[in-house]
């Protein structure tokens, strides 16, 4: 059976179960080989790198283990650039080894380009200390991921440009509100939303996550109580259906999130940023911080109970986590209500941003 290598993103915890359950929804069968905070090794009979890739959020590259460099480039150009990219730390005697190893790799590379007649060079990272390629600098290259005792031919990178267009050029924006769509994806997939499922945002924003469950054939629902809001996601789905030739439906609804019993009867999934508080210019004090959570708690237990009672498979849920002046942080625990009635429950697991002012961490809520 085939063999593939994912390179995770940050927060590798996080992406391994983005990872899983898209696999999983879709009944994509996978066997793990090993797993580590840099790379998954899955045996998978059938896959489409290509639409894996674009359906990821927590996902860089997916690279093909090989034995050979038999059809290493089916391209028709005779000029090409390639790389290694190597991947994982090692001691001082294990790096002299591999760089002998990667010496004679290039070698061999060189040996197979020379015989098919192409002239090819050789591209490094732009980072001196760094031994493999960044997404943005790996696009239309012929790249080897040297990862651990594999070998792989990368199929597939994540292409930082795409998410840059959307972001950019959908016509409405709320830049200082609105959730990255690499966050958006990340909650779309651990919601175990497929294709023809109906997916529920109760506050959809400017409809970040819709969009990209919409890219992805699913149809979404969108509540907010900002009327602004809510015609912002009509453009922006609109903009979205004609640019991305989008045959999902969408249903926006301009509602507190703690009425939606009144709208919905029955959702497939949920996946959703709420409101987290207010905009802080600077870190809280822990006082300031404890307050704001127990301001938090009320609305999210009420839609919470209202989301259990319709959701059929999955609700993943994000809460703040406030990092305050005395560098502390101050969770918002949901365990107590989730537990008091008995529903299961992941997590939380911890979603980073080096710039904001909280972190977040994401709760996968099951039925």
């Known amino acids: 059976m085939p063999k593939y290598i994912f390179i995770l993103g940050r927060d590798p915890e996080l992406s391994q179960k983005e990872l899983f359950s898209y696999l999983e929804a879709r009944k994509i069968s996978y066997g793990v080989e090993e797993c580590s905070d840099i790379a998954c090794v899955l045996e998978i009979k059938t896959i489409s790198p290509e639409k894996c890739i674009k359906d990821l959020g927590g996902t860089q590259k997916i690279a093909q283990v090989i034995d050979s460099f038999d059809n290493l480039y089916m391209g028709t150009k005779n000029k090409v650039r390639y790389a290694i990219s190597k991947y994982g730390e090692k001691g001082i005697e294990e790096q002299t080894e591999e760089e002998e190893e990667k010496d004679d790799l290039r070698s061999e590379i060189k040996a197979y380009f020379k015989k098919e007649k192409i002239k090819a060079t050789i591209k490094k990272s732009h980072r001196e200390e760094q031994e493999y390629l960044d997404p943005s600098e790996a696009q239309n290259i012929v790249e080897i991921i040297q990862y ?29 509100h609105t959730v990255s769509i690499r966050l958006a994806k990340i909650l779309i997939n651990l919601s175990a939303a497929k294709e023809r499922d109906t997916l529920l945002d109760p506050f959809s924003g400017i409809g970040t996550v819709l969009q990209e469950a919409m890219i992805m054939g699913i149809d979404v629902i969108g509540i907010d109580k900002d009327k602004f809001c809510i ?6 789905l609109d903009w979205i259906r004609k640019e991305y ?10 509602a507190d999130a703690r009425q939606l019993g009144k709208y919905l009867s029955t959702i497939d999934c949920v996946a959703t940023e709420p409101y987290l508080g207010p905009f802080l210019k600077k870190y809280p004090s ?26 059929k498979k999955r609700i993943v849920f994000i ?13 918002i625990n949901l365990a107590p209500l989730l537990d008091k009635k008995g529903i299961p429950f992941e997590g939380p697991f911890l979603y980073s941003s080096p710039t904001s002012k909280i972190l977040r961490e994401i709760w996968v809520i099951k039925k």
Not at 287 to 309: G, H, M, S, T
Request: proline share 7%; glycine share 0%; charged share 30%.
């Open 231 to 236: 015609e912002a996601s009509k453009k922006n």
């Open 148 to 176: 651990k005792k594999y070998l792989a031919k990368v199929l597939a990178v994540f292409n930082p440009k795409e998410y840059k267009f959307r972001d950019t050029k959908r016509p409405a924006q709320r830049p200082l």
């Open 245 to 254: 030739n989008c045959s999902s439906s969408y249903r926006l609804v301009h």
């Open 319 to 331: 809460t703040p986590r406030f990092r305050t002046t005395a560098k502390k942080e101050v969770p």
């Open 286 to 311: 822990e006082a300031e911080a404890k307050r704001i959570v127990q301001e938090l708690l009320p609305l999210y237990q009420e839609v919470l109970y209202n989301l259990i009672k319709i959701t």
